[in-house]
Nanobody, 120 residues
Framework: QVQLVESGGGLVQAGGSLRLSCAAS????????MGWYRQGAGKERELVAS???????KYADSVKGRFTVSRDNAKNTVYLQMNSLKPEDTAVYYC??????????????WGQGTQVTVSS
């Protein structure tokens, strides 16, 4: 099995910064894309940012220029640096990873979520 454990969420004032981390552990042969999704109250889950194993990145238009996704392949960890936070960034943030588990093949794995609250 594969576990994704997120950390770094919390309460911050508008304009502030937070850094989320997500470490993958367990039966991991390799990891392809890793990324972050978020789900605000009453909203659908949406992609925030993703990064390929080679370092190519994608961002939602709403976070471009403010958020930066990065990863440490040696540690199976993905990060999300969030700057200039806005109240509309308030959501539960979920880590996602496309993991090859060996015999069991590829698995789409999710973390448990971490709350980010931005006060105005």
């Amino acid at each position: 099995q594969v576990q994704l454990v997120e950390s770094g969420g919390g309460l911050v004032q508008a304009g502030g910064s937070l850094r989320l981390s997500c470490a993958a552990s367990g039966r991991i042969f390799s990891i392809n894309a890793m990324g972050w999704y978020r789900q605000g109250a009453g909203k659908e889950r949406e992609l925030v940012a993703s990064i390929s194993s080679g370092g190519s990145t994608k961002y939602a238009d709403s976070v471009k220029g403010r958020f930066t996704v990065s990863r440490d392949n040696a540690k199976n960890t993905v990060y999300l640096q969030m700057n200039s936070l806005k109240p509309e960034d308030t959501a539960v943030y979920y880590c996602n990873a496309d993991v090859h588990t060996g015999v069991s093949g590829w698995r789409d794995c999710w973390g448990q979520g971490t709350q980010v609250t931005v006060s105005s």
